[in-house]
């Protein structure tokens, strides 16, 4: 029998409340089995952050999706280490998951970045693409791509970092977990 399964991307430096909402409105849209966070070692189009280390970003997403029903974390990505390409990722998890059906999950920030990505045209064949909006990004493209109208929330893993660094709240816009770990670890303070 397949699995349908959604594949999250990012960083997750740290996660927050919009990731949760992503992945809770696809899981539950599209009728899928689960969803997998997938934090990267070193994404191409990102500047490594240095002082928080990948198994920090591990611990943080567990603590995010920690009791969430038909959540769970792929660290494919992390085991593999070195700049992560959707693409050979994805092949990877098809060859070890012949019958699973993956979904993967982009922003509104990367559809429009899609004609930079690595092997796109054989990607989207690969797999089914998902776009969500994002505050002031467009989700039109040229590739398939099933678009779903969700509500969105103008948050960042930027905004979180500036807010903890500066001393300031960071009430629900990060599970408590994760702001226990934040403050216990002392990450992103200046």
Known sequence: M???????????????????????????????DEIRFMPNATPPHK????????????????????????????????????TS????????????????????????????YLPKWYKIDEFVKKVQLVGVPRPNTSIETAYPIITLDIPQIELSSTLVRNRVANGETTSFLIPELVRDFIQKEKLYEI
């Open 2 to 32: 397949s699995k349908k399964v959604g594949i999250l991307g990012g960083t997750f430096n740290p996660p927050h409340m919009g990731h949760l909402i992503i992945a809770n409105e696809v899981l539950h849209a599209l009728n899928l």
């Open 47 to 82: 500047k490594k952050d240095e002082r928080v280390t990948k198994a920090q970003r591990v611990k943080m997403v567990e603590l995010a999706i920690h009791d969430v029903p038909h959540m769970l974390v792929e660290t494919i990505e992390m085991d593999r280490g070195g």
């Open 85 to 112: 390409y959707s693409y050979d990722t994805m092949e990877i998890l098809q060859k070890a998951e012949p019958l699973t059906k993956f979904y993967f999950i982009i922003g509104g920030d990367q559809v429009e």
